[in-house]
C-alpha cells in the first residue's frame, strides 16, 4: 500500500497475479503454499503475536501432529480475531521481546516450555508424552525451566500429570516405554527399589542400565522395537550384556511387546529372579 493505489493490489488479486493469506498479507500466485509460509504469513498479518501451541512445537522440532488453522499468541489487550485460519490465543501481560517470545528460524515463537504446556490439552492422550520427555531428554529444557512455566500456568489442564512427568524424566525415565514400564510394571509393590538410568562404568566405558535392582545386581533393559531390532544394536547390546556379566550384573531384556501387553507376567517373572539372585548372594 505504501508503493501502489489500492487498486492496483485489487486488480492483481482478480487477475489471478497474487493470493491472499491474510488482511493485507498475499503471496505470487503460482508460490508453493507450505506451513512454513502460512506461519510467516499469520506473523506478518499480527505482529505483535508469536506462533504457539501446536504451531510452536512445530517450530521447535517437537511436534507429531498438525492442525489446520495456525496457533498465535497475542496480547490480551489484543482485538478478537475472527479467521478460520487462525486460532489466537490472548494472554495478559505478553510482550512480544524476550524472554516470553524468541526468534527461531526467521519466526517469533513462545519459550519452548510454553509450548509444551500449552499443547499438553491439544495433543492426543497417547502423543503427549512425547514432546515433554524428548525435550528433556535432548536437554533443550530442564526440569527447574518446566516445573516454572507449569507454576505460571497453574489452572492449565493436565498440570498434574505434566509435573508427575517432567519428576519422572529428571529421575531416569528417558522413555515413553521407560514411562510406562514404572508405572505399570516397576512401581508395583512386590518389587523392590530400583532405579532408572543407573550409570556404571563397564568394560572401560560408560554405560547406562535402564532399570538397575543394586541389592540383586539386575539390570532391567526394556528392549524399544525399532532401535533394538536393528542388527548392528544386537550386536552392541551383545558385547554391553558381556561385559555387565563378567562385573557380577545380571541383564534380563524385555521387548516393547511383551512389556506392554504381558505387565502382570514380567512382574511375576522378575519376582522370581530377584528372589533368585539375593537367595544365590546368601548361599555364598
Known amino acids: 500500500m505504501r508503493r501502489v493505489p489500492r487498486h492496483v493490489v485489487d486488480d492483481a488479486l482478480n487477475d489471478g497475479v497474487l493470493r491472499r493469506l491474510f488482511p493485507s498479507v498475499y503471496v505470487v500466485s503460482g508460490t ?29 522440532g517437537l ?13 490480551g489487550t489484543h482485538r478478537a480475531i475472527a479467521d478460520p485460519t487462525l486460532v489466537v490465543h490472548r494472554r495478559t501481560g505478553l510482550r512480544a521481546a524476550p524472554p516470553a517470545i524468541v526468534e527461531r528460524e526467521g519466526l517469533r515463537v513462545v519459550r519452548v516450555e510454553q509450548a509444551l504446556v500449552d499443547s499438553w490439552p491439544l495433543l492426543p492422550e497417547l502423543d503427549r508424552r512425547s514432546p ?3 525435550a528433556l531428554r535432548e536437554r533443550r529444557t530442564t526440569a527447574a525451566r518446566l516445573t516454572a512455566a507449569l507454576a505460571e500456568n497453574p489452572r492449565r489442564a493436565g498440570a498434574a500429570q ?123
Open 63 to 75: 511436534a507429531g501432529l498438525r492442525t489446520p488453522a495456525i496457533h498465535l499468541t497475542v496480547p
Open 32 to 60: 508453493p503454499v507450505d506451513r512454513r509460509l502460512m506461519q510467516r504469513a499469520a506473523l506478518a498479518y499480527l505482529p505483535t503475536g508469536a506462533l504457539s501451541h501446536l504451531d510452536a512445537l512445530d517450530v521447535w
Open 132 to 134: 515433554i520427555i524428548t
Open 162 to 284: 505434566m509435573r508427575r512427568l517432567v519428576a519422572l524424566v529428571a529421575a531416569g525415565c528417558h522413555s515413553e516405554l521407560e514411562v510406562w514400564g514404572h508405572d505399570r510394571v516397576f512401581s508395583d509393590p512386590r518389587l523392590p527399589h530400583s532405579s532408572c538410568q543407573h550409570l556404571v562404568y563397564a568394560a572401560g566405558r560408560t554405560t547406562y542400565l535402564d532399570r538397575y535392582f543394586p541389592i540383586e545386581r539386575v539390570d532391567v533393559e526394556l528392549d524399544g522395537a525399532a532401535w533394538h531390532g536393528q542388527r548392528a544394536q544386537r550386536e552392541r547390546d551383545l558385547r554391553r550384556d558381556a561385559a555387565l556379566s563378567a562385573m557380577g550384573i545380571m541383564v534380563v531384556r524385555y521387548s516393547h511387546r511383551r512389556l506392554t501387553t504381558e505387565p502382570e507376567a514380567v512382574v511375576d517373572e522378575l519376582c522370581v529372579i530377584l528372589a533368585g539372585r539375593r537367595a544365590a548372594t546368601l548361599a555364598v
